[in-house]
């Protein structure tokens, strides 16, 4: 069966600390990933999102960037963190076509 | 992209069904339409998907009516595990890019 594996669960950086969050998947190949974000109260917040291994798209310009360098591996980054960077990011996977999402279990990020 | 309409909170009570009714004007005709459940502090999670009329599991029942200008999820004797943020949304084969609108949070009491 397919995972996917979201880390670390819960994290807290200073202001201008660099960023990296990763997700992979387990049990597919070729999945589409995705990032999203969501302030807190607020839905979710398309991000980027990948359709194969260095092949990224963004939706939202931003101080953040995602790579692929693998297959099932995704991966967020920022070189240096806002207070707006804080909220709760998710990472998703789907196989292309009439496909629902499945969602990791997400990193709550608090930039201080 | 397609955008969908949903009330902001609803209230309810355990034993009771719910309805959550989502406006979609301008659905496309590849659009599937999706709905998911979040609790707090965790991941969406897929409920049910349809195209039109009716499609029903475990959990869910979903409308759609003929037009697909609209679809209401129905939860059929909520409990209290049934609060959440509910989702509406859709889902095609060409670039399955989720654009999440606010949801509708649902409250369910004793």
């Known amino acids: 069966s397919q995972t996917i594996h979201q880390w670390p669960a819960t994290l807290v950086q200073p202001v201008g600390s660099p960023l990296s969050l990763e997700c992979t998947v387990e049990g597919t190949s070729n999945p589409n990933l995705y990032w999203y974000r969501q302030a807190a109260g607020r839905g979710l917040q398309l991000l980027f999102y990948s359709v194969g291994i260095g092949q990224i798209s963004s939706e939202v310009p931003q101080n953040l960037s995602a790579s692929r360098p693998q297959d099932r591996q995704f991966i967020l980054s920022s070189k240096k963190l806002l207070l707006s960077d804080s909220g709760f990011y998710l990472c998703a996977w789907n196989r292309q076509g009439i496909y629902g999402y499945t969602f990791g279990s997400g990193t709550r990020l608090t930039v201080v | 992209l397609a955008k969908t309409t949903q009330p902001i909170s609803m209230d309810s009570y355990e034993g009771q069904e719910v309805n959550i009714t989502c406006s979609h004007n301008?659905?496309?005709?590849?659009?599937?339409i999706t709905w998911y459940q979040q609790f707090p502090s965790q991941g969406p999670r897929f409920i049910i998907q349809?195209?039109?009329t009716k499609v029903t599991n475990e959990v869910a029942s979903l409308f759609i009516p003929a037009d697909r200008k609209s679809s209401t999820l129905s939860l059929p004797r909520v409990s209290l595990s049934d609060t959440a943020v509910y989702y509406c949304l859709f889902l095609n084969n060409a670039g399955n890019m989720l654009t999440f609108g606010g949801g509708t949070r649902l409250m369910v009491k004793p």
């Open positions: 301008n659905i496309a005709t590849n659009d599937y």
């Open positions: 349809g195209y039109k």
